[in-house]
């Protein structure tokens, strides 16, 4: 927290999702505690033992596609070796009692990013980007269509050991489920409420507010500034068509979404002529948290509108994102026990060092 912030003690509601709540307290960032070094990054480009590096498919399980199909690739799909669903088995739901199991069927395959071993996202030219977030939306298309049983397929990327990562090696996971998940189910319901009251995409009315809403809120006592709101305060990004914004309610310190800022609700509506400028915004916005956090350790995921039986229409009210979730710190008792998470740094701030970084154009 700077000397000149004033500190901030506050639960924020998630506008998406008011069940969920951060408990903002930029204080407890000055609580003392043992600082580590962050685990350095395996920056090589090629590992002689990695299953993932070139020139080593024979020890990965089968390839399932690979980016160019002829020649040196650059993507490649590959099955993953410890599933945590799959077809090998199929077997019906159990209900017995209160208690309920529905059959772990689904796909789960491993896109290894790029040739290079220990490459992180900003480093990747545009155009491998793009090329890789087609990968996803070609991939995510294919298991949809290759079973009818198939409710949500996640993509989602876990960089560095802080973030669950088990391999050095720059790879994304897709997961084809037959559940929707459940933070999923209630973005897309909330959402849909939303929708249905104010006639409106909830996402598109933050985007707006991010780009034109301006407030003073004083005390109404003593006409004190409690809170100065400005325009474009929460933008870290923006291109042609995305924008970066760190949330109000940010659950990680550094947390930033990327949306389309025209609405659109499916990804894999997202045609090749928007790709480009959606790995532009992706890498610049990568880049800025890498040189604030130094070395961030991160997940990332990409919510979409589910395909579910029903056949509901979700498509004017649900927007399609992309989640950035830097870890820096481990979840205490505290978040653990009230589902509260807790932050450290106001979103403001963080949102201003961020757009503080000045990047090559």
């Not at 030219?125 to 298309?141: C, K, N, S």
Request: contains cysteine; hydrophobic residues 35%.
């Amino acid at each position: 927290m700077d000397s000149g912030e004033q500190a901030i003690r506050e639960i924020r509601i998630n506008p998406i999702v008011p069940a969920e709540s951060v408990l903002v307290a930029t204080a407890r960032g000055m609580r003392p505690r043992k600082d580590e070094e962050p685990a350095p990054r395996d920056a090589r480009k090629h590992v002689d033992t990695c299953p993932f590096c070139r020139g080593n498919e024979d020890k990965t399980p089968p390839q399932i596609a690979a980016c160019p199909a002829e020649g040196e690739w650059q993507i490649r799909i590959v099955e993953n070796l410890f599933p945590v669903l799959g077809d090998d088995r199929s077997m019906p739901g159990l209900v017995f009692g209160m208690q309920q199991a529905v059959d772990g069927y689904g796909r789960h395959e491993v896109v290894i990013d790029h040739s290079s071993h220990g490459i992180a996202i900003h480093e990747m030219e545009v155009e491998h980007i793009a090329t890789l977030f087609g990968t996803y939306r070609d991939q995510m298309q294919r298991l949809y269509e290759s079973d009818e049983r198939i409710r949500y397929v996640l993509v989602f990327k876990n960089f560095g050991p802080a973030a669950g990562a088990s391999m050095a090696h720059t790879h994304s996971q897709i997961i084809a489920m037959p559940v929707v998940p459940q933070n999923v189910h209630d973005e897309v319901q909330n959402s849909r409420h939303y929708y249905e009251k104010n006639h409106r995409c909830i996402f598109c009315s933050m985007i707006d507010e991010a780009l034109t809403f301006e407030t003073t809120i004083y005390e109404r006592d003593t006409g004190r500034v409690v809170r100065r709101i400005n325009v474009g305060q929460y933008v870290v990004e923006r291109s042609k068509h995305f924008i970066a914004i760190k949330p109000f309610a940010s659950r990680y310190e550094w947390e930033v979404h990327i949306l389309p800022m025209d609405h659109q609700s499916d990804f894999m509506q997202t045609g090749d002529d928007k790709l480009t400028d959606l790995a532009w915004i992706m890498q610049r916005t990568m880049a800025r948290l890498d040189a604030v956090i130094g070395g961030a350790q991160y997940n990332y995921f990409l919510p979409t509108r589910p395909h579910t039986p029903d056949r509901q229409d979700n498509s004017a009210s649900y927007h399609w994102h992309i989640e950035i979730c830097p870890r820096t710190s481990i979840p205490t008792g505290f978040e653990l026990g009230s589902g509260l998470f807790v932050n450290t740094i106001s979103p403001e701030q963080a949102a201003k060092r961020l757009r503080e970084i000045v990047l090559k154009d």
